[in-house]
Nanobody, 123 residues
């Protein structure tokens, strides 16, 4: 398994932007597809975005499509989530995760998870 550490969360006004980063340990990062999920208070964790190992394929949840962009830098063992036009309903703990699938939206396909980073969007 790969160890994951997220950073970049914080408090931002509605309409603002944040970029989350997730650094993976180990030399096998390129063999994993990566995903970002989020969990708002009182709600189940939900899928946000995913990217294949080579970065050529991406998936987005409808709720973030057009506002969030997932990318990865395999040389830095890092996956990013650029979040623009943030809304109060984007407030959640954001988790990155690694999967051995080519690409997936399904939480059960992800075997490694980070500890999460809090994003709070105020109106």
């Amino acid at each position: 398994q790969v160890q994951l550490v997220e950073s970049g969360g914080g408090l931002v006004l509605a309409g603002g932007s944040l970029r989350l980063s997730c650094v993976a340990s180990g030399r096998t990062f390129v063999s994993y597809s990566m995903g970002w999920f989020r969990q708002a208070p009182g709600k189940e964790r939900e899928f946000c975005a995913a990217i294949s190992w080579h970065g050529g394929s991406t998936y987005y949840a409808d709720s973030v499509k057009g506002r969030f962009t997932i990318s990865r830098d395999n040389a830095k063992n890092t996956v990013y989530l650029q979040m623009n036009s943030l809304k109060p309903e984007d407030t959640a703990v954001y988790y990155c995760a690694a999967s051995q699938r080519l690409i997936s939206k399904v939480q059960a396909d992800f075997g490694s998870w980070g500890q999460g980073t809090q994003v709070t969007v105020s109106s």
